[in-house]
């Protein structure tokens, strides 16, 4: 158990739809990152953020947005899904803010998201 | 482009056979390298990791790597592997060059037969 929790687990939705996944962070970290593991782009980060701002941005579509909270806790809101967009969403988090290289992140369990 | 290449994509090895997972990356300048293990159905966990120092590095259930400068390498080994390391492998590079974003290869999936 890396201390790092998603909810929820699995998500089943349609197209169009919005969904929100949730991150709450190890105790202590102040970075949570997001990224989409899928089967043809394999394991691509979203985008960070650090103690309420945002951080860095990935290959993060327009559709898609995220924030952090004062508790530290972080929600991807994934809007207008399409099919492509079922994948694995895991959150990380990390005590720094990603400006250096002596970093580590731990990745919580996924969620799952089925777009039918 | 810069990248991370796992050179294999599936790899299949029966119980105590030694296992090799190949990892290049492109970046330039210092960098820092990991590897971590997804077990079925599960999330990432870190294996090992390389800042600086000894370039063998040690990690958890008995894996090991090596980081080879001049051949922008960090290969994970295991002498005798288990059932229970089957899994799917991802190198990751941390590098000045890529604002410190954590760059995954594609992953490498391991079968071990009993």
């Known amino acids: 158990d890396s201390g790092v929790t998603q909810t929820p687990k699995h998500l089943i939705t349609a197209t169009g739809q919005r969904v929100t996944l949730r991150c709450s962070p190890r105790?202590?970290?102040?970075?949570v990152y997001w990224y989409q593991q899928s089967l043809d782009q394999g394991l691509q980060f979203l985008i960070q953020?650090?103690?309420?701002?945002?951080?860095a941005k990935g290959n993060i579509l327009e559709r898609f947005s995220a924030q952090q909270f004062p508790d530290l806790h972080s929600e991807l809101n994934l809007s207008s899904l399409e099919l492509g967009d079922s994948a694995l969403y895991f959150c990380a988090s990390s005590a720094t803010p990603g400006t250096s290289l002596r970093e580590t992140q731990y990745f919580g369990p996924g969620t799952r998201l089925l777009v039918l | 482009a810069q990248s991370v290449s796992q050179h294999n994509h599936h790899v299949i090895l029966s119980e105590a056979a030694s296992l090799e997972l190949g990892c290049n990356y492109s970046?330039?300048?210092?960098?820092?390298l990991f590897w971590y293990v997804q077990y079925p159905g599960q999330h990432l966990q870190l294996l090992l990791k390389?800042?600086?120092?000894?370039?063998l590095v040690k990690g958890i259930k008995g894996f090991e790597a090596e980081f080879i400068k001049s051949k922008f390498s960090f290969n994970l080994r295991k002498p005798s592997v288990q059932w229970s390391d089957t899994a799917e492998y991802f190198c990751a590079v941390n590098a000045r060059s890529n604002d410190y974003k954590l760059s995954f290869g594609a992953g490498t999936t391991v079968t071990v037969r009993a």
């Open positions: 390389y800042f600086s120092g000894d370039p």
């Open positions: 953020y650090y103690n309420g701002e945002e951080r």
């Open positions: 970046y330039g300048g210092t960098v820092n």
């Open positions: 105790s202590g970290d102040l970075s």
